[in-house]
């Protein structure tokens, strides 16, 4: 038990050294206007939850794992008196970033913390958001957290990286375990003596689930899922999505082609969970 916590503790401050930056939070925000696989990926979650949320009238509204507040900037704008929004990241960097981000647009509630323990009320929320976070949390407490937080028949959306999907397994066991490889083989070259290298994680620290284990849990939980739709539908693989040719068809496919709840299903680089709180 006392391994496991070490485990937790270690993945978590490596996590904060390499995303919880100022320089971070600024590189992440610029990524929904850019041209490369991440960017088009990043959009179109954004326009699936946008989707989602017209028919929600409103209501207290928890973006937990904020990020740059990309989401909550886009619904203060179109939505200005519908939500009452609580931002919470575990990095300060982000939660400030996003109060910048979103400047005079209107307020959002700040707050700094862990998934799996959020600082919070039982039944808080109307609305909790939780998009690309879970990765980075231990994620069966994290999910008994948000249901602890969500109140009855409240509204939970969470997004998941498919690691069952051609693209996700090649990146996240093949490609980006190659890079960093490459990487260390490239300083050891150099022979720097300097000791001002900016810190790199051994691996991501994301831990993707597949769609069963994600939907047990959220059972378990009392989160009663809904709707399950997958997105980012691609048929390419690292790196070849990142080449010019390939990269283009990929920012012009058509957004009815990228999500999907058919056969093709397997196909999407990640997956999105609908589900209300049962009681």
Same mark, same amino acid.
């Given at each position: 038990m006392l391994s496991s916590w070490r485990r937790r503790s270690s993945r978590r401050k490596h996590i904060l050294a390499s995303y919880g930056t100022p320089e971070w939070a600024a590189s992440y925000a610029r990524a929904y206007d850019g041209s490369r696989s991440e960017s088009h990926f990043f959009r179109l979650r954004l326009q699936l939850v946008q989707d989602l949320l017209a028919s929600c009238p409103g209501g207290d509204l928890l973006d937990a794992?904020?990020?740059?507040?990309?989401?909550? #900037?886009?619904? @203060?704008?179109?939505?200005?008196?519908?939500?009452?929004?609580?931002? &919470?990241?575990?990095?300060?960097?982000?939660?400030?970033?996003c109060q910048e981000n979103i400047g005079g647009i209107g307020e959002v509630r700040p707050t700094v913390g862990q998934l799996e323990a959020m600082p919070f009320g039982d039944q808080s929320?109307?609305?909790?958001?939780?998009?690309?976070?879970?990765?980075?949390?231990?994620?069966?407490?994290?999910?008994?957290?948000?249901?602890?937080?969500s109140r009855l028949g409240g509204l939970v959306i969470v997004s998941m990286l498919n690691p069952l999907s051609p693209y996700r397994f090649?990146?996240?066991?093949?490609?980006?375990?190659?890079?960093?490889?490459?990487?260390?083989? #490239?300083?050891? @070259?150099?022979?720097?003596t300097s000791t001002e290298r900016p810190?790199? &994680?051994?691996?991501?620290?994301?831990?993707?689930?597949?769609?069963?284990?994600?939907?047990?849990?959220?059972r378990q939980a009392n989160l009663k899922p809904t709707d399950l739709i997958y997105f980012d539908v691609t048929a390419l693989i690292p790196p070849l999505d990142r080449l010019p040719p390939f990269a283009g068809k990929v920012q012009t496919a058509r957004y009815e082609t990228k999500v999907i709840r058919g056969?093709?299903?397997?196909?999407g680089t990640a997956y999105l969970i609908v589900a209300r709180h049962s009681g």
């Amino acid at each position: 038990m006392l391994s496991s916590w070490r485990r937790r503790s270690s993945r978590r401050k490596h996590i904060l050294a390499s995303y919880g930056t100022p320089e971070w939070a600024a590189s992440y925000a610029r990524a929904y206007d850019g041209s490369r696989s991440e960017s088009h990926f990043f959009r179109l979650r954004l326009q699936l939850v946008q989707d989602l949320l017209a028919s929600c009238p409103g209501g207290d509204l928890l973006d937990a794992g904020c990020g740059p507040g990309i989401v909550d #900037k886009i619904l @203060l704008q179109s939505r200005p008196n519908d939500f009452r929004i609580t931002v &919470l990241d575990q990095s300060r960097a982000m939660v400030e970033y996003c109060q910048e981000n979103i400047g005079g647009i209107g307020e959002v509630r700040p707050t700094v913390g862990q998934l799996e323990a959020m600082p919070f009320g039982d039944q808080s929320f109307d609305v909790t958001l939780v998009l690309g976070a879970l990765e980075y949390a231990d994620a069966k407490p994290a999910v008994i957290e948000i249901s602890r937080i969500s109140r009855l028949g409240g509204l939970v959306i969470v997004s998941m990286l498919n690691p069952l999907s051609p693209y996700r397994f090649v990146d996240l066991y093949l490609y980006q375990p190659s890079v960093r490889v490459i990487k260390r083989f #490239k300083r050891f @070259l150099s022979r720097s003596t300097s000791t001002e290298r900016p810190y790199e &994680l051994s691996a991501t620290g994301i831990r993707a689930l597949p769609v069963c284990t994600l939907l047990r849990m959220m059972r378990q939980a009392n989160l009663k899922p809904t709707d399950l739709i997958y997105f980012d539908v691609t048929a390419l693989i690292p790196p070849l999505d990142r080449l010019p040719p390939f990269a283009g068809k990929v920012q012009t496919a058509r957004y009815e082609t990228k999500v999907i709840r058919g056969w093709r299903r397997f196909m999407g680089t990640a997956y999105l969970i609908v589900a209300r709180h049962s009681g």
